[in-house]
Each structure stands twice: as C-alpha cells, then as structure tokens.
C-alpha cells in the first residue's frame, strides 16, 4: 500500500509537467479549506481506545491512512470518466459547486474520448494506479525552445547538382543573417561543386562537419533541416538513436510526401520556426533489437573490435551480453522493419509472437513491420492500408503470402512483437531496418521489435491533418479519378420510372 500511495503522488507530479491542457484536466483535488475544517471539526470515527497499547494505536492510525489514500486514488479515477456518466463516487462538496468550478474540457481530442469505467449500473472496471495516463491532445501539439536555438544540422541529398544552388542559399542565410551554426556532413562540406565556388567560400570555412559513424552529434544538435526528399528524413533519423530534434524537410526530392515545406519560402518559414509555436507531428519510430545466438551456433566469442565500436554513443554494434551468451543490435527505425526471402527461390517461413506468444506463421516472400508514417511506403505496395502517424499502432504486413486469407493487421503500439526463424524453415532470411542495414537472420537467431519512446517531431507546415491528407492527394494521388458527369435531366432516370 505505500508503493500504492508513492505511484499516486507521481501521478499527481506529472500533471504540472504536461502544459496548461493537462493541469486544467488533471486529477489533483481542488484544495478548499472550508473543507479542511469541517474534517478537523467532524468527530473522528477511529477514535483512539485508551486501553490500546502504543503499537496498536500507530497500527490503527496506519491503516487509517491508508483507506484514505485509496478511496482519494478511486475518487481522482472518477474524476476521468466522461462527463454525463452515473456518479459512484462524490468528493466533498455539493455536485453543483464541483460542475461550475472545473473547467470545461476541449470539445475535440484526435485521441477519441477517455472511455468509460462504468458499464451499466454495477460493473466497472478495478481502479489501477498504473493504468492512469497523461496524453497530450495532438491538435495542440506546438513547438516551444526554451532556449534559443544555436545549433543548425543541415542535411542534403547527395549525388544530386540542384541542390547545390538551395543548400548554398540556406547555409548563407542561418550564417550571415541569423548568426547559427551549421553542421553539415563531410562529404557534402568536400563538394567539389561548392570547392570551386570561391563565393562560398567564407561561409563554407564556418561549417562544423561531422562523419557518420565516427562522430557523435546527438547532443549539440538543436534543430534539424532537411533538403530532399523522404530519404533524408529517414537519413535524419538514423543519426539520432535517443532523443531526436525537430526536424523542418523542405520538398525538393521525388516523392516528398513526408516534406511538406516549400523552398521558394525558405527565409519565411525557417523565421517562424525559430520564434517557435509551430505545429508538430510525433512520428513514433519501433526500437528494433536483434539477438544473434552466436555461442550456440559457433560457439565463439566475439571480437574485440566488435565489442568497442559504438553506433552514436548508445549501443555497440557487438555488445554481449554475458548472461544469455548473445550479441544484441539495437535501432531506431522510423518507417519498417522488412524481413524477406532475400537471393533464395525457397518461401521464407518465419514465427511471429505477440508479447511472447505465437501468433502465426509466415510463409511467403517476407513480413513488414511498419510505424504509422512506414503505412505509406513500402506496406502501401504491400496493400496494407495507411495509417495517421498520430495513430498509436504498429503495422504488420505480409509479402506475397502463400495464404488468401492473410490479411495485414494492426496492432497496439505498446506490444512486443518477435520474429524467428520457424524449426522447419529451409533457408534463412534477410533484415533491413528503413533500407539499412541489412544482415542475415539465421536459425536462433530472432528480432524483437516494440515502440520506441523516441519519436520524431516532424514539424508541419499548416497542421498534422492538412499536411498529411495534401501529401497522399499530392504525392500518391490518393483517390483521384475522373468526376462523374451529372445527368442533364433527372426525370430521364431509370429510377423513376414506374
């Protein structure tokens, strides 16, 4: 019970750390000190026997609190039911005075209401204080700085020469205008495009550069541009296995559909999100991790120079863990993790668990397992359907299957879902995290794959549903077809003949 009453009080906590919305929402109790005296003015029911020992009455008074800790727990659960329902539970006061005093709640909440707890006139559900969640309504999602940001990641797409004239364009204006630091890759900085270009040149020698792999990033790095397409995006992502900075991609790539930013207007739209306020989008990523049993297979120990690289600073490439004897790769994937058949002519034939629990078997060309913002690549050619990324989910998609009735599936996002290689399996498949490295899976080896706590936040030119239904209209051509002519008299309708 005093664990019980401890997870109460970081609830309570966290209300203050959510923003005004929550505060408002929150399940803290109104403080009235009207109410405190008529408590310390009401005659106590557990009134101290004097023939009790010490010991007994410290027992008493202990578990006095404690009821009172629970029945102030099950009174804050009610207070997040939805408005309307039959009360089970008053705090103190009168209905009327609590109703007039609590703030009205948004009328519109992409998350859907919060569900009830009360099903018909006895049933509810069991009041548990780690079932309390705080989620911010994505509609009012905003950026803020809460300290002006310095430093500027700008990335490219490389191998492409019409960029070179925007890239020089943005670099001189967060430089020369805005007075930032701009860090760009090596290998863009090493352009002999921009070497030659002896204007460039000033600007060029205040770049901070960086190499993939070899220099850690993720700490300095206060806001991210993107100039390309959707590649870059994923790109971005890769770079930031913890915590990622907002990230601002402009459409000047193929497809674009996850940047919304048009160049033309580059001055005006990197100046608003400077000041902040802007509308962002949380792309969940999964935290794909996979387990190798390499001391069953060979029965060797990795390499030194496996175990000493590190990938940003978080998880070496070879890590083992000593207690299961495994090498352990972890990553951040923003949009799908592929498992297909890879050169053999075999179907592949992978088990799929759910929290520990096998759900089916694969046999075809191979699985997807993709975010919300993953549903509209390569899952949509998989025929899956597209996913909001706002939409708390994790998409598992079949390729080709040997199956008519295997239908892709949604899943909720907080599950673990593995993949292993099946016993009777007659070749081994092949791993690839948003296109990247790709790696063979064997037999005993297997992936496990869940949600990550990092997200990306994708920063949205109007908002999170403009931008997305204008990319899939824009860019996938979403439902577009030719209008149906309207019948020039309507009395000639076979439907309205008798």
């Given at each position: 019970?005093?664990?019980?009453?401890?997870?109460?009080?970081?609830?309570?906590?966290q209300?203050?750390?959510?923003?005004?919305f929550?505060?408002?929402?929150?399940?803290?109790?109104?403080?009235?000190?009207?109410?405190?005296q008529?408590?310390?003015?009401?005659?106590s029911?557990n009134?101290?026997?004097?023939?009790r020992s010490?010991r007994?009455r410290r027992?008493?008074k202990?578990?006095?609190?404690r009821?009172?800790?629970?029945?102030?727990?099950?009174?804050?659960m009610e207070?997040?039911?939805?408005?309307?329902?039959?009360?089970?539970?008053?705090?103190?006061g009168?209905?009327?005075?609590?109703a007039?005093?609590?703030p009205?709640?948004?009328?519109?909440?992409?998350?859907?209401?919060?569900?009830?707890t009360h099903?018909?006139?006895?049933?509810?559900?069991?009041?548990?204080?780690?079932?309390?969640?705080?989620?911010q309504d994505?509609?009012?999602?905003?950026?803020?700085?809460n300290?002006p940001?310095?430093?500027?990641?700008?990335?490219?797409?490389?191998?492409?020469?019409?960029?070179?004239?925007?890239?020089k364009?943005?670099?001189?204006f967060?430089?020369?205008?805005?007075?930032?630091?701009v860090y760009?890759?090596?290998?863009?900085?090493d352009?002999v495009?921009?070497?030659?270009?002896?204007?460039f040149?000033?600007i060029?020698n205040?770049?901070?550069?960086?190499?993939?792999?070899y220099?850690?990033?993720?700490?300095?790095?206060d806001?991210i541009?993107?100039?390309g397409?959707?590649?870059?995006?994923?790109?971005?992502?890769?770079?930031?296995?913890?915590?990622?900075?907002?990230?601002m991609?402009?459409?000047?790539?193929?497809?674009?559909f996850?940047?919304?930013?048009?160049?033309?207007?580059?001055?005006?739209?990197?100046a608003k999100?400077?000041?902040?306020?802007?509308?962002?989008?949380?792309?969940?990523?999964?935290?794909?991790?996979v387990?190798?049993?390499?001391?069953?297979?060979t029965g060797?120990?990795?390499?030194?120079r496996?175990?000493?690289?590190?990938?940003?600073?978080?998880?070496?490439?070879?890590?083992t863990n000593?207690?299961a004897?495994k090498?352990?790769?972890?990553?951040?994937?923003?949009?799908?993790?592929v498992?297909?058949?890879?050169?053999s002519s075999?179907?592949?034939?992978?088990?799929l668990y759910?929290?520990?629990?096998?759900?089916?078997?694969?046999?075809?060309?191979?699985?997807?397992?993709?975010?919300?913002?993953?549903?509209?690549?390569?899952?949509?050619?998989?025929?899956?359907?597209?996913?909001h990324?706002?939409?708390?989910?994790?998409m598992?998609?079949?390729?080709?299957?040997?199956?008519?009735?295997?239908?892709p599936?949604?899943?909720?996002?907080?599950?673990?879902l593995?993949?292993a290689?099946?016993?009777?399996?007659?070749?081994n498949?092949?791993v690839?995290f948003?296109?990247?490295?790709?790696?063979?899976?064997?037999?005993g080896?297997c992936?496990?794959?869940t949600?990550?706590?990092?997200?990306?936040?994708?920063i949205?030119?109007?908002?999170l549903?403009?931008?997305?239904?204008e990319?899939?209209?824009?860019c996938?051509?979403w439902?577009?077809?030719?209008?149906?002519?309207?019948?020039?008299?309507?009395?000639?309708?076979?439907?309205t003949?008798?």
């Amino acid at each position: 019970m005093r664990m019980f009453f401890c997870l109460e009080r970081r609830i309570q906590r966290q209300v203050f750390h959510q923003g005004p919305f929550h505060c408002l929402t929150g399940m803290l109790r109104p403080s009235n000190s009207s109410d405190h005296q008529s408590e310390s003015a009401r005659p106590s029911k557990n009134k101290e026997h004097p023939s009790r020992s010490p010991r007994r009455r410290r027992e008493g008074k202990r578990s006095q609190r404690r009821g009172d800790d629970h029945k102030q727990l099950l009174w804050e659960m009610e207070r997040r039911r939805l408005p309307g329902q039959h009360e089970h539970l008053e705090p103190s006061g009168s209905s009327c005075d609590t109703a007039e005093s609590s703030p009205k709640r948004r009328a519109h909440f992409l998350h859907g209401p919060y569900p009830a707890t009360h099903f018909g006139p006895k049933a509810c559900i069991l009041p548990n204080p780690t079932s309390v969640m705080h989620i911010q309504d994505p509609a009012s999602q905003r950026l803020t700085w809460n300290k002006p940001p310095v430093n500027v990641l700008v990335i490219r797409k490389i191998r492409d020469e019409s960029l070179v004239e925007p890239f020089k364009q943005l670099c001189g204006f967060l430089v020369e205008e805005k007075q930032m630091m701009v860090y760009v890759e090596r290998r863009v900085a090493d352009d002999v495009t921009l070497s030659k270009d002896e204007a460039f040149g000033s600007i060029r020698n205040q770049l901070c550069t960086f190499r993939e792999g070899y220099d850690d990033i993720s700490d300095c790095i206060d806001l991210i541009i993107c100039l390309g397409g959707d590649g870059t995006l994923l790109y971005a992502s890769s770079l930031f296995q913890g915590s990622v900075p907002p990230v601002m991609a402009f459409h000047l790539g193929s497809l674009g559909f996850l940047t919304p930013f048009k160049f033309e207007s580059y001055k005006t739209e990197v100046a608003k999100v400077l000041e902040g306020n802007a509308a962002i989008t949380l792309r969940s990523r999964l935290k794909v991790k996979v387990v190798k049993d390499m001391l069953q297979r060979t029965g060797q120990q990795p390499t030194c120079r496996e175990t000493q690289q590190e990938h940003n600073g978080l998880l070496p490439h070879g890590h083992t863990n000593s207690e299961a004897g495994k090498v352990t790769l972890q990553l951040q994937v923003l949009n799908e993790v592929v498992v297909d058949r890879g050169p053999s002519s075999y179907l592949s034939n992978v088990d799929l668990y759910l929290d520990g629990r096998l759900i089916t078997s694969v046999q075809g060309d191979g699985v997807i397992v993709s975010t919300p913002t993953g549903s509209t690549a390569y899952a949509a050619a998989a025929g899956a359907s597209m996913i909001h990324p706002n939409v708390p989910a994790i998409m598992v998609t079949p390729i080709c299957p040997h199956s008519l009735s295997f239908r892709p599936i949604v899943v909720p996002a907080g599950v673990e879902l593995m993949i292993a290689l099946s016993p009777d399996a007659r070749n081994n498949v092949w791993v690839s995290f948003d296109g990247r490295r790709r790696q063979e899976i064997q037999h005993g080896d297997c992936i496990k794959i869940t949600t990550s706590c990092y997200p990306v936040p994708s920063i949205c030119c109007h908002d999170l549903v403009y931008d997305w239904f204008e990319s899939l209209a824009q860019c996938l051509h979403w439902n577009v077809r030719k209008r149906q002519a309207r019948l020039a008299d309507v009395s000639d309708s076979s439907d309205t003949e008798n």
